[in-house]
Structure formats: structure tokens, C-alpha cells
């Protein structure tokens, strides 16, 4: 296969993915990222971390989150918010057998301003409430900075 045929079938690959999912990840080539790191280090076997591009698009928040080195075939939730008792919970997802996740998407949120990040067993998280229920920092991944999204749209 040559050169040429090998691009043209990969910008195929992501044509077809584009239109099987509806996504368009606008903020390819712009993005705002989070790292994320783990509370305690003690608790993982492998060097748990993980990492967020987000980007605010039409009232909408698309997020893009991968972590790895997590404790396998748990369930995770990406959650943000000011405090532990008002989060939003942007999504959830469970690791494989290898300890990773993908979590991606796009909702409607209002304004995140200042909000912290993090993934949190989804067992600790009530998602219907927007709040903590139990408290277990040591098995988390905690992003670096805060999201700053302010929505324009009413």
C-alpha cells in the first residue's frame, strides 16, 4: 500500500467515526488541557493519570477524557464542580482489564467557573443528587487546575 492510499484511508477512518458518533472535536489544535494525578500514591500498582481536553462550543461543553494505570474493570464518573456537594457529573465509564478509560462527550452545563475536576469511583458519587456520598481520596485522580467555562448562551 502506498503512502498516499495509507492517508486516504485514515482521513476516511475519521470521516466515517465523525459521522457515526456526531462528534467534531472543534478544539483540535486549540485545546485547554487538565492533567490529572492520583491523591495518594500508595494506593495504585501502576503510576495511575490521566489527562482532559475540554472546549466550550454552541452552550455546549465537549470533554475529552483519558486515564490509565486505575484499578481494573472498576466504574468511573468524571465529575466537576466548587465542592463535593455541588458537582456535575459530565460522565462515566468503566476500565478495562488493563486499568484504562475513556470517557467523552458533550453536555450542557451552565457556568463552570473555577470548578475543580476529578475521577471518582462512581460507587462514591450520587450522580441524580450532584453530590459525594462516601469519601475515598486515595482511589481518585485529581485534574491539576480548574475548569473555567462560562456559558454565553441562555
Known amino acids: ?53 475540554y472546549y466550550p462550543s454552541g452552550g455546549r461543553f465537549w470533554f475529552d477524557f483519558g486515564g490509565i494505570g486505575l484499578e481494573r474493570c472498576k466504574c468511573y464518573t468524571l465529575v466537576c464542580g466548587t465542592s463535593i456537594d ?11 482489564r488493563y486499568g484504562q478509560i ?3 462527550g458533550r453536555i450542557n452545563t451552565g ?8 475521577l471518582v469511583l462512581t460507587e462514591d458519587v450520587d450522580r441524580r443528587l450532584g453530590c459525594m456520598i462516601d469519601w475515598d481520596p486515595c482511589r ?6 480548574r ?6 448562551y441562555d
Open 1 to 53: 500500500m502506498t503512502k498516499r492510499n495509507i492517508v486516504l484511508v485514515m482521513a476516511a477512518a475519521l470521516v466515517l467515526q465523525i459521522a457515526l458518533t456526531e462528534q467534531v472535536y472543534a478544539w483540535v489544535g486549540c485545546p485547554v488541557d487538565v492533567r490529572f494525578s492520583p491523591l495518594c500514591y500508595q494506593t495504585f500498582k501502576c503510576k495511575a493519570q490521566g489527562g482532559m481536553q
Open 86 to 96: 455541588n458537582l456535575v457529573c459530565l460522565g462515566s465509564g468503566r476500565t478495562n
Open 102 to 104: 475513556h470517557i467523552y
Open 111 to 118: 457556568d463552570l467557573c473555577n470548578a475543580q475536576v476529578a
Open 140 to 145: 481518585y485522580l485529581l485534574g491539576a487546575c
Open 147 to 152: 475548569i473555567n467555562y462560562k456559558d454565553t
